[in-house]
């Protein structure tokens, strides 16, 4: 979903779409790293951050688990 989020930067969205849905479940992780890095323009750097840190985290686990 977040992904989506970040892709929907880029379209208008009301509450009752599919992309408003998008927006209100990725709020509780988005919203506390917007208040550290604002969007940029129609950008919305926080998202894209939340992705590396996941996918850094990910490896992290991975690598301990299975090795």
């Given amino acids: 979903f ?3 989020r970040f892709l929907s930067t880029w379209f ?3 509450r009752n779409t599919f992309l408003g ?3 209100r479940v ?3 992780v988005l ?5 550290l890095i604002p969007p940029i323009g129609m950008f919305d750097i926080s998202a894209m951050l939340i992705l590396l840190v ?4 990910q490896s ?3 690598r301990t688990f299975v090795y």
Avoid: W
Avoid at 31 to 35: E, I, M, T
Avoid at 54 to 57: S, T, Y
């Fill in 60 to 62: 992290i686990v991975l």
């Fill in 54 to 57: 996941l996918g850094f985290l």
């Fill in 21 to 23: 849905f998008v927006r």
């Fill in 2 to 4: 977040i992904f989506i």
């Fill in 26 to 28: 990725t709020d509780p």
């Fill in 12 to 14: 208008v969205f009301t």
């Fill in 31 to 35: 919203l506390p790293v917007q208040c």
